[in-house]
T-cell receptor, first 113, second 107 residues
Framework: EAGVVQSPRYKIIEKKQPVAFWCNPI?????LYWYLQNLGQGPELLIR????????DSQLPKDRFSAERLKGVDSTLKIQPAELGDSAVYLC???????????FGEGSRLTVL | AQRVTQPEKLLSVFKGAPVELKCNYS??????LFWYVQYSRQRLQLLLR??SRESIKGFTADLNKGETSFHLKKPFAQEEDSAMYYC?????????FGKGTRLHILP
């Protein structure tokens, strides 16, 4: 079975440009997470979905970041406009609600020039 | 605020020596704690969780509520243990990670 799939793996953009990341979770996993990981740091939660509902987006910078999970499966995370400080790895993870074990994708590495 | 603290950014240990990766958490109710690992060029994955009390790849971790710690231990380090290790805490489906410790096994 395929794990969590993310794309693109790498993205280089200039500041003020928009960027979008896509995530396909493991089939049957109701909970989907987007994490931000800066170099030398642990993952920091941006947003958590239960099916299609964003149940925790308190850490999402809503002035430039947005996310959606239509139909409760795939999810997209968007940044518009991107800033230099947004350079990081964006991780998607999914889990079955009952277990708490997260399954991570390989991440999308963003470089903003 | 919930916090997970890993005081060491880097830990270098000789092959065959014991390993202990430290993790402390801020106390609030009954914690559910995990260790995640990321090997070179691989995705982040679960290593073990405290509720299962199992040993994975020779690693164990005991929850010490008195010291609010969940240190990861292995009696004899192997070269393949070199990786980034993250301690994590779950509460209400919110999972918070520490900053991680890089374990470097010396030959």
């Amino acid at each position: 079975e395929a794990g969590v799939v993310q794309s693109p793996r790498y993205k280089i953009i200039e500041k003020k440009q928009p960027v979008a990341f896509w995530c396909n979770p493991i089939s049957g996993h109701n909970t989907l997470y987007w994490y931000l990981q800066n170099l030398g740091q642990g993952p920091e939660l941006l947003i958590r979905y239960e099916n299609e509902e964003a149940v925790d987006d308190s850490q999402l910078p809503k002035d430039r970041f947005s996310a959606e999970r239509l139909k409760g499966v795939d999810s997209t995370l968007k940044i518009q406009p991107a800033e230099l400080g947004d350079s990081a790895v964006y991780l998607c993870a999914s889990s079955k609600r009952s277990t708490g074990e997260l399954f991570f994708g390989e991440g999308s590495r963003l470089t903003v020039l | 605020a919930q916090r997970v603290t890993q005081p060491e950014k880097l830990l270098s240990v000789f092959k065959g020596a014991p390993v202990e990766l430290k993790c402390n958490y801020s106390y609030s109710g009954s914690p559910e704690l995990f260790w995640y690992v990321q090997y070179s060029r691989q995705r982040l994955q679960l290593l073990l969780r405290h509720i299962s009390r199992e040993s994975i790849k020779g690693f164990t971790a005991d929850l010490n509520k008195g010291e609010t710690s969940f240190h990861l231990k292995k009696p004899f380090a192997q070269e393949e243990d070199s990786a980034m290790y993250y301690c994590a805490r779950r509460r209400d489906d919110k999972i918070i990670f520490g900053k991680g410790t890089r374990l470097h096994i010396l030959p």
